[in-house]
């Protein structure tokens, strides 16, 4: 991605008061700093939050780990060049985490669409779970289960139960109604229910 270490850059010392600065202050000045073009600053973003934004990603895409990779990596492409029209209104942190959201929505809708033009709803409901072994057997289970959610079931699951949107929010993120988004949640839940206990 960036050939640049971690290590050349250093926040800019403010007073004693700096070292005591909590992580939102870390990321404020990390990401002021790439803003102005310093990549070893923006290194130090990605380290940061890559494993975050890989998570979100993965569980909105079923857990197709090449497909989380290159979705987090495209997330980070897009930071690297939207930081410098970044304001600061919120944290540094929530404004990547929903920039991950979006590219992975994105990919989402262009996929269903290319699957409507092919009629190839099947691929759409393939996931493949982490295959790292660090899970536990349930957490595996239920990676493998949302995994096997249709598409906007799974994205609506995601953004709800596990990412705290509401509704609104999601309505508008997935173009659809607010009761749909909610129709779509109750499917979810029902699914995965029936998944996990036919694997009990």
Known sequence: M????????TPPAKD????AAGSADVDRALAQAAATGDASAFEALYRRHAARVHG???RLVGFD???????AQETFVRAWQALPAYRFESAFSTWLHRLAVNTALMDLRARRSRIQADGD???????????????TALTMDLERAVATLPPRARAVLVLYDVEGWNHEEIADALGMAIGSS????HRARALLRERLEAHA
């Open 2 to 9: 960036l050939a640049v270490t971690v290590t050349d850059w």
């Open 16 to 19: 004693d008061t700096a070292a």
């Open 56 to 58: 979100v990603v993965a």
């Open 65 to 71: 780990r090449a497909r989380a990779e290159d979705l």
């Open 121 to 135: 709803e099947a691929l759409e409901y393939v996931g493949s779970a982490d295959s790292a072994g660090h899970g």
């Open 182 to 185: 909610k129709a779509q949640l």
